[in-house]
């Protein structure tokens, strides 16, 4: 968090959220193949062509033109959801270091996920480590205060924050 702070004091938001949208880009294959191992063809279909389209008109997912002039929104699946739309149950709670709140079916869901992934190819463990660490700085920059926002409204925050996490997360099985 600290880092993050003096990231966010540094580079403008419109930057930051460029560098978020050129992340979210480079994860369309997690995205893409999720929503075809759920039969969700269109929406596989709506995520090849929002990629295709962001990453050439977007100049390499900066921009996100696909949303803004062609109205394709995104639908991200991820492998833990895939194993929920087949019926494997949430199994028990956990709360991963540096991850946060998951649960066995999405934490098991993260290895296909993480192969899927472009960044886990790049060449040099240090190279490859800088680039996600780069992205996870990015990403908090963009939310700091949530957190301490949601920890502020709890009684018992474990309870809160692991009832509010699979409560998303069924939600997101049944879309």
């Keep these: ?5 003096g990231y966010r ?3 403008p938001e419109v930057a930051r959220l460029a560098v978020g949208r050129f992340f979210r880009n480079l994860l369309m294959p997690v995205r893409f193949t999720n ?10 279909g709506t995520e090849l062509a929002r990629f295709v389209i962001n990453s050439t008109v977007g100049v390499l997912g900066f921009g996100d033109p696909a949303d803004n002039s062609f109205n394709l929104q995104a639908y991200p699946e991820d492998f833990g959801q895939t194993l929920g739309h087949y019926g494997v149950g949430s199994g028990f709670h956990i709360v991963l270091p540096f991850l946060g709140p998951s649960n066995l079916r999405d934490t098991l869901g993260l290895f296909p996920d993480f192969y899927l992934d472009p960044t886990h190819y790049i060449e040099g463990t240090e190279v490859r480590m800088a ?13 700091i205060g949530e957190y301490e926002s949601l920890k502020q409204d709890a009684v018992d925050f474990y309870t809160f924050l692991r009832d509010g996490y699979e409560q998303r997360r069924t939600q997101l099985i049944k879309e």
Aim: hydrophobic letters at 40%; a positive charge; glycine letters at 0%.
């Design 1 to 5: 968090k600290p880092t993050a702070k």
């Design 131 to 143: 680039v996600r660490a780069y992205d996870r700085v990015n990403y908090t920059s963009l939310h």
């Design 35 to 44: 929503n075809l191992l759920q039969l969700k063809l269109k929406r596989a």
């Design 9 to 11: 004091a540094v580079v």
